[in-house]
C-alpha cells in the first residue's frame, strides 16, 4: 500500500544553518513522483521540489534539496541557510503514475519546523 | 493561482455545504482534499474535464462539479462534527507531473 512517513512532528533549526527534514515512502509502483510542500499558517500548500523516481540526479530548486536514496526508499528534504520565513508545516508527498490514474496525491503526517533568531 | 471560497464556515450537524474553487487559468484538473487538525491532507477525488476520475475513501455524500469555466464545487450533504477540517483543492494542467497548484482552503467547523 502507498504510505508516507514523517516520523519528525517538530524540529527547530538556528536561523542560516541547515536542517533535513525526513521522508520514508512505500509504494509497489516501479514509476512515482515525490513532493515537498510548505504550509504556512495561512494554510496554502506551497510546492517547493519534485523528484521522480527515474531522475538520476537529486532535485535542487535555490535552497532546497532533496536527498533520494531510492534502495532505502527515502526523500528527505534539505534546506540550506534557514530563514526565519522558513518556519511552517513541511508536507512529504508522493504520487504513483502507473497505477493511478486519478491523479491521488499521498501525504505524510508534516514536519513543524521552526526557526530560532 | 488557485482561490476558494468562502475562508472560513460554519455549519450545523446535518446541514449540507457548498464549497468553490477557481483554478488556475488553463487548469484543466481539479483535486479536492480534507485536511484535518494536525493532519496531512487526505484526497477526496480529482476531476478532469468536468468528469471525475480518481475517488479517495470518501462516502457518496461528498460529491463534486467541475464546470468549463475552470471553477469547481465541492459539495458534502448531511455533515457530521468529523467533516470539521480544512478542505483544499488544487488544480493543474492536464495529467502532468508538475504543476499542482493549490488554494488556501477552506476551514469549515461543524457544530
Known amino acids: 500500500a502507498q504510505k508516507i512517513t514523517q516520523t519528525q512532528p517538530g524540529m527547530f533549526v538556528q536561523e542560516k544553518e541547515a536542517v533535513t527534514l525526513d521522508c520514508t515512502y512505500d509504494?509497489?509502483?516501479?514509476?512515482?513522483?515525490l513532493f515537498w510542500y510548505k504550509q504556512p499558517s495561512s494554510g496554502e500548500m506551497i510546492f517547493l521540489i519534485y523528484?521522480?523516481?527515474?531522475?538520476?540526479q537529486n532535485a535542487t530548486e535555490g535552497r532546497y534539496s532533496l536527498n533520494f536514496q531510492k534502495a532505502r526508499k527515502s526523500a528527505n528534504l534539505v534546506i540550506s541557510a534557514s530563514q526565519l520565513g522558513d518556519s511552517a508545516m513541511y508536507f512529504c508527498?508522493?504520487?504513483?503514475?502507473?497505477?493511478?490514474?486519478?491523479?491521488?496525491?499521498?501525504f505524510g503526517q508534516g514536519t513543524e519546523l521552526s526557526v530560532k533568531p | 493561482g488557485v482561490t476558494q471560497s468562502p475562508t472560513h464556515l460554519i455549519k450545523t450537524r446535518g446541514q449540507q455545504v457548498t464549497l468553490r474553487c477557481s483554478s488556475q487559468?488553463?487548469?484543466?484538473?481539479v483535486s479536492w482534499y480534507q485536511q484535518a487538525l494536525g493532519q496531512g491532507p487526505q484526497f477526496i477525488f480529482q476531476?478532469?474535464?468536468?468528469?471525475?476520475?480518481g475517488r479517495g475513501n470518501f462516502p457518496p455524500r461528498f460529491s463534486g462539479l467541475q464546470f468549463p469555466n475552470d471553477s469547481s464545487e465541492l459539495n458534502v450533504n448531511a455533515l457530521e462534527l468529523d467533516d470539521s477540517a480544512l478542505y483544499l483543492c488544487?488544480?493543474?494542467?492536464?495529467?502532468?507531473?508538475?504543476?499542482?497548484?493549490f488554494g488556501s482552503g477552506t476551514r469549515l467547523t461543524v457544530v
Open positions: 487559468s488553463g487548469h484543466n484538473t
Open positions: 508527498a508522493m504520487r504513483d503514475l502507473i497505477y493511478n490514474q486519478g491523479g491521488k496525491l499521498i
Open positions: 488544487a488544480s493543474r494542467s492536464g495529467q502532468g507531473i508538475y504543476g499542482y497548484t
Open positions: 523528484q521522480g523516481s527515474y531522475d538520476q
Open positions: 476531476y478532469y474535464r468536468e468528469e471525475e476520475n
Open positions: 509504494t509497489s509502483d516501479p514509476s512515482y513522483g
